[in-house]
C-alpha cells in the first residue's frame, strides 16, 4: 500500500469548512483512497473513499487531484463532535490485507 | 454500514490473571479479522490477523503465546490476553473484512493493574 503525509494537526472554527489534505504521491493506479477517523477512546470510523473522481456522501467530501498524488476531506460545516484524529489511507479496495494507519491528523474544531 | 462490537469495552484485571476480549461481526460474515493495539497518543498498530478456521497470523514482535486468538465462526474471534502485565494495559481494537471494506468494533480498554 502506497505511503500517504498527512500534517500532524488542525484547528477548525466550529461551523466552518474544514479541510483535511493528504498526499499521496506513490499512489498506484488501483488503489483507492480511503478516510477514516477516530474519536478519543473509538474505533475508527468509516467516512468516505474515492478512486479518481470526486466524491460527497452525508459526512464529507473527497476531492482527489487529477494526478490522484494527493486529496482532500472537506467537512463543509464542522461541529465540536468532529473533533477526531483523521487517517487517510491508500490501498487497492477488495484487499484482503489490514488497513495501515499513519499518524493521522488530528482535527481539533473549537467554539 | 455494517456492525463490529467488542465485549467487554473496558476492563480491569490484576497482574498474571488473563482477560478474554470478544470481537462480533453483526450482520455479516468475516472470514477475516484484524487485531489491533494502540497506546496513548500513537497510532493503531496491527498485532495479528485471525482467519476463520485457520490459525492466526502475528506481526513481528507480538507473542502468540501471550495473545491467544481464535476465530471459531464466520462472526466471532477472540483475543485472550494470558498472564497480563501491567505493560499490556491498551486500547484493543478489532476489525472485521467485509466484502470490499473494513469495519471495527468500538475498542477495549484494558487496565492491569
Known amino acids: 500500500d502506497a505511503k500517504t503525509t498527512q500534517p500532524p494537526s488542525m484547528d477548525c472554527a466550529e461551523g466552518r469548512a474544514a479541510n483535511l489534505p493528504c498526499n499521496h504521491s506513490?499512489?498506484?493506479?488501483?488503489?483507492?483512497v480511503y478516510w477514516y477517523r477516530q474519536i478519543h477512546s473509538q474505533g475508527p470510523q468509516y467516512i468516505i473513499h474515492?478512486?479518481?473522481n470526486n466524491e460527497t456522501n452525508e459526512m464529507a467530501s473527497l476531492i482527489i487531484t487529477e494526478d490522484r498524488k494527493s486529496s482532500t476531506l472537506i467537512l463543509p460545516h464542522a461541529t465540536l463532535r468532529d473533533t477526531a484524529v483523521y487517517y487517510c489511507i491508500v490501498r487497492v479496495r477488495g484487499s484482503q490485507g489490514n488497513l495501515i494507519f499513519g499518524k493521522g491528523t488530528k482535527l481539533s474544531v473549537k467554539p | 454500514g455494517a456492525v463490529v462490537s467488542q465485549h467487554p469495552s473496558r476492563v480491569i484485571c490484576k497482574s498474571g490473571t488473563s482477560v478474554k476480549i470478544e470481537c462480533r461481526s453483526l450482520?455479516?460474515?468475516?472470514?477475516?479479522m484484524f487485531w489491533y493495539r494502540q497506546f496513548p497518543k500513537q497510532s493503531l498498530m496491527l498485532m495479528a490477523t485471525s482467519n476463520e478456521g485457520s490459525k492466526a497470523t502475528y506481526e513481528q514482535g507480538v507473542e502468540k503465546d501471550k495473545f491467544l486468538i481464535n476465530h471459531a465462526s464466520l462472526t466471532l474471534s477472540t483475543l485472550t490476553v494470558t498472564s497480563a502485565h501491567p505493560e499490556d494495559s491498551s486500547f484493543y481494537i478489532c476489525?472485521?473484512?467485509?466484502?470490499?471494506?473494513?469495519?471495527f468494533g468500538p475498542g477495549t480498554r484494558l487496565t492491569v493493574t
Open positions: 506513490t499512489i498506484s493506479g488501483n488503489e483507492y
Open positions: 474515492g478512486l479518481k
Open positions: 450482520d455479516f460474515q468475516a472470514t477475516t
Open positions: 476489525s472485521a473484512h467485509a466484502p470490499h471494506e473494513q469495519y
